[in-house]
């Protein structure tokens, strides 16, 4: 009998072309929802009177999206700086636009640190920027969020 044996969620790594050894706290989740035609109804009345339907995959809703939450690094700015370049010149931003675009890769480990699931992330770039809550109370380390929108992400592991 196979052991089975999970994958931790807690131990990750991220890359992007321009952005590596950074201190990603957390990669929310990955999702894809595919579009179909022809599943509505049915399509036609067949011998006997049997209904004919028909299912055909038209690729996907929307771009996947996901998030990732970094830890705020006195002096490091890089992942900011991203999200700066794309915003357009008119708003504030660089204005690279799309050029700004960014390959990626998202590896799991297992407890053993060997590599056990492994995504390719195609011309990804942020679309949105959040900073965690500051309180003079708090007790939490400070955190900036990322939402990255891509062409494709491919489980290649």
């Avoid at 931790?8 to 992007?16: G, I, L, M, N």
């Avoid at 950074?22 to 067949?46: N, Q, R």
């Avoid at 991203?82 to 390959?103: A, C, H, N, T, Y």
Wanted: net charge negative; hydrophobic share 35%.
């Amino acid at each position: 009998m196979t052991e089975v044996v999970p994958i931790p969620t807690s131990r990750f790594y991220v890359a992007f072309d321009n952005l590596s050894e950074k201190m990603v706290a957390s990669v929310g989740e990955m999702s894809f929802e595919g579009k179909t035609a022809g599943h509505e109804k049915p399509i036609a009345s067949g011998k006997d009177g049997k209904t004919l339907w028909q299912s055909t995959s038209t690729g996907f809703a929307d771009n996947p999206d996901f998030s990732i939450e970094v830890y705020l690094v006195e002096g490091d700015m890089d992942w900011y700086n991203w999200f700066k370049s794309i915003v357009p010149k008119s708003e504030g931003g660089d204005g690279v636009g799309l050029k700004g675009r960014q390959g990626g890769t998202l590896t799991a480990f297992n407890a053993s640190d060997e590599v056990v699931l492994e995504w390719t992330i195609t011309n990804a770039w942020p679309k949105s920027y959040s900073l965690s809550d500051l309180s003079a109370d708090g007790s939490d380390l400070a955190k900036e969020t990322f939402e990255l929108v891509c062409e494709d992400v491919k489980r290649t592991t």
